[in-house]
């Protein structure tokens, strides 16, 4: 499985953006797609998760109500919607393709794309 992330930028606070994951090779072994983040200096840290079947959802505490992860299985691409941006989402993020579950942890995917930065200024 490759995963290819797009959509970073700069934004203000307050902006939104939406970021894309595309997924090609053996896709049909995905049970779910995360996605990451990781700011200088910090860990890389959980930020949401969709199940690819039935899209279930399961999100970090930080972005809860603010961001979006949704699916479309047709074009075996993920998104993640990102409202209401604070300066501390400024990160490199991740997407990442787990074959078994829906995980809040890095070790539970076994394919991850290249990053897309996210900045947002104050």
């Known amino acids: 499985v490759q995963l290819q992330a797009s959509g970073g930028g700069l934004v203000q606070a307050g902006g939104s953006l939406r970021l894309s994951c595309a997924a090609s090779g053996r896709t049909f072994s995905i049970y779910a797609m995360g996605w990451f983040r990781q700011a200088p200096g910090n860990e890389r840290e959980f930020v949401g998760t969709i199940r690819r079947g039935d899209g279930s959802t399961y999100y970090a505490d930080s972005v809860k109500g603010r961001f979006t992860a949704s699916r479309d299985n047709a074009k075996n691409t993920v998104y993640l919607q990102m409202n209401s941006l604070k300066p501390e989402d400024t990160a490199v993020y991740y997407c990442?393709?787990?074959?078994?579950?829906?995980?809040?942890?890095?070790?539970?995917?076994?394919?991850w794309g290249q990053g897309t930065l996210v900045t947002v200024s104050s």
């Open positions: 990442a393709a787990g074959r078994a579950t829906m995980s809040r942890v890095a070790t539970g995917y076994e394919y």
